[in-house]
């Protein structure tokens, strides 16, 4: 139940506050999450050596954004799929294939931003 001594800011601090824990919970615990935010610190790394511009920051901040996004989102349905059923089930597999497809179409993506930045400098 609500509670009527909350006020709109109060309540968004609180959500702020759950959306940080639930981040860190994730880069805390889980491991593909360990190695995207690691790619994502190694790309960033990159990017100042190699100068980006404005653009390209967006575009790789964006790609990063959308890796990270897709697989808290994937880890968040493989998480509640265990949850709902424990033991191998046909269709439980089945979702989860579905939500890691969506990590491998952002993932793939990220890629095709990060060669169109990075090959025009490198050759």
């Known amino acids: 139940m609500k509670d009527p001594n909350d006020n709109y800011f109060k309540t968004r601090i ?8 639930g981040a860190y919970l994730l880069i805390k615990t889980e491991p593909s999450i360990q190695v995207q935010f690691s790619i994502a610190i190694l790309m960033t790394l990159i990017g100042f050596f190699f100068h980006l511009s404005a653009t390209e920051w967006m575009l790789q901040l964006l790609a990063i954004g959308l890796i990270l996004v897709a697989e808290s989102i994937n880890t968040g349905i493989e998480k509640l799929s265990d949850f ?7 269709d439980i597999g089945f979702i989860k294939d579905i939500s890691a497809g969506a990590s491998a179409f952002a993932a793939i993506i990220a890629i095709i931003i990060g060669l169109i930045i990075y090959l025009p400098k490198i050759f």
């Open 84 to 90: 709902v059923h424990p033991n191998y089930h046909k």
């Open 14 to 21: 609180k959500s702020l506050k759950y959306a940080l824990r």
